[in-house]
């Protein structure tokens, strides 16, 4: 399928490892031009030169260009620069990734004030500050595609993770209301809601359950697949395959929806 990705530019946050970085090698694989932010400059530059390399071996001399700008999401002025640079110098931006670490796991017991508004920073301001800065020039434009990514915690609460349970329903809120405001312009709003991935956050998860209840990491990763009825945790690339098509040409009818990636953890109907 051409999905009519090639010399499109695409900006995306958090595209040093994980999601980001395997969104990142699909677009350079489909002749995009893309530009990776995140805080930690060697990952960062590192993954921009794995990224440059699927673009070439995929498209050779038709590969399009990378970038690398380090910007942290919760910082108004770095974002706001990195959206102005990404602009001068691989053009006007076509594909947004709204995506970042998740916020903090922690019961409801375990979280300060200081918590909460942190990883309201982190997952929901940052959001809307990268659809201000870059969707009315879509709009303006009558061509974009802007996929958030936010969890299975958009549908049902998951165990442990109190603030991502609160606050990832609200960028789906948004996602659901802009898709509104931004389809008379051609223009599609989605979310992609994962459930269990090996990226390098649940490796973090692992861990940290590990240091909870002293249980091997195979223990604890059969605890959770026992709940997966597809018996697996999911790869990056799975998912970035869904967020790619939605950022696709063919994907220019779905628009307001968020799509669960999860091995069917998610046991509800609907
Ligand atoms: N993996 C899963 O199974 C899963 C399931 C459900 C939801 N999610 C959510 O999906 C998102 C991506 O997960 P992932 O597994 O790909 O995570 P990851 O492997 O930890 O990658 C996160 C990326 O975001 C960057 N980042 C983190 N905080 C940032 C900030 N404040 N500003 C800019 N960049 C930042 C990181 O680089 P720096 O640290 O260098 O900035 C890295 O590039 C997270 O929100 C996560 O909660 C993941």
């Given at each position: 399928m051409d999905l009519s990705l090639a010399g499109r530019t695409a900006l995306v946050t958090g595209g040093s490892r994980g999601f980001g970085l395997a969104v990142a090698l699909r677009l350079a694989a489909e002749g995009a031009h893309v530009a990776l932010t995140a805080r930690g400059e060697s990952a960062l530059q590192e993954a921009a030169a794995d990224v440059a390399r699927a673009g070439a071996a995929a498209r050779g001399a038709a590969a399009g260009r990378v970038l690398a700008v380090s910007a942290d999401v919760t910082?108004?002025?770095?974002?706001?620069?990195?959206?102005?640079?990404?602009?001068?110098?691989?053009?006007?931006?076509?594909?947004?990734?709204?995506?970042?670490?998740?916020?903090?796991?922690?019961?409801?017991?375990?979280?300060?004030?200081?918590?909460?508004?942190?990883?309201?920073?982190?997952?929901?301001?940052?959001?809307?500050?990268?659809?201000?800065?870059?969707?009315?020039?879509?709009?303006?434009?009558?061509?974009?595609?802007?996929?958030?990514?936010?969890?299975?915690?958009?549908?049902?609460?998951?165990?442990?993770?109190?603030?991502?349970?609160?606050?990832?329903?609200?960028?789906?809120?948004?996602?659901?209301?802009?898709?509104?405001?931004?389809?008379?312009?051609?223009v599609t709003v989605n979310a992609v809601a994962p459930g269990f991935h090996l990226t390098s956050a649940v490796e973090r998860l692992i861990t940290r359950k590990q240091e909870q209840t002293g249980a091997s990491r195979d223990d604890v990763i059969a605890g959770w697949t026992r709940e997966i009825p597809l018996g697996r945790l999911g790869e990056a690339d799975e998912l970035a395959a869904l967020v790619v098509f939605l950022m696709s040409g063919p994907a220019g009818y779905i628009t307001g929806q968020s799509i669960t990636s999860d091995g069917g953890w998610v046991k509800g109907t609907f």
């Amino acid at each position: 399928m051409d999905l009519s990705l090639a010399g499109r530019t695409a900006l995306v946050t958090g595209g040093s490892r994980g999601f980001g970085l395997a969104v990142a090698l699909r677009l350079a694989a489909e002749g995009a031009h893309v530009a990776l932010t995140a805080r930690g400059e060697s990952a960062l530059q590192e993954a921009a030169a794995d990224v440059a390399r699927a673009g070439a071996a995929a498209r050779g001399a038709a590969a399009g260009r990378v970038l690398a700008v380090s910007a942290d999401v919760t910082d108004d002025a770095a974002v706001t620069g990195a959206v102005e640079r990404v602009t001068r110098e691989l053009g006007p931006i076509d594909l947004l990734l709204v995506n970042a670490g998740g916020p903090p796991a922690g019961n409801f017991a375990d979280l300060d004030l200081a918590a909460w508004e942190g990883a309201y920073r982190l997952t929901v301001e940052s959001a809307v500050r990268l659809c201000r800065l870059v969707a009315p020039g879509m709009m303006e434009r009558r061509r974009g595609r802007i996929v958030c990514i936010t969890s299975v915690s958009v549908r049902q609460p998951v165990e442990n993770l109190m603030l991502s349970s609160v606050l990832r329903p609200a960028v789906q809120a948004l996602v659901r209301t802009l898709a509104l405001e931004a389809a008379p312009s051609g223009v599609t709003v989605n979310a992609v809601a994962p459930g269990f991935h090996l990226t390098s956050a649940v490796e973090r998860l692992i861990t940290r359950k590990q240091e909870q209840t002293g249980a091997s990491r195979d223990d604890v990763i059969a605890g959770w697949t026992r709940e997966i009825p597809l018996g697996r945790l999911g790869e990056a690339d799975e998912l970035a395959a869904l967020v790619v098509f939605l950022m696709s040409g063919p994907a220019g009818y779905i628009t307001g929806q968020s799509i669960t990636s999860d091995g069917g953890w998610v046991k509800g109907t609907f």
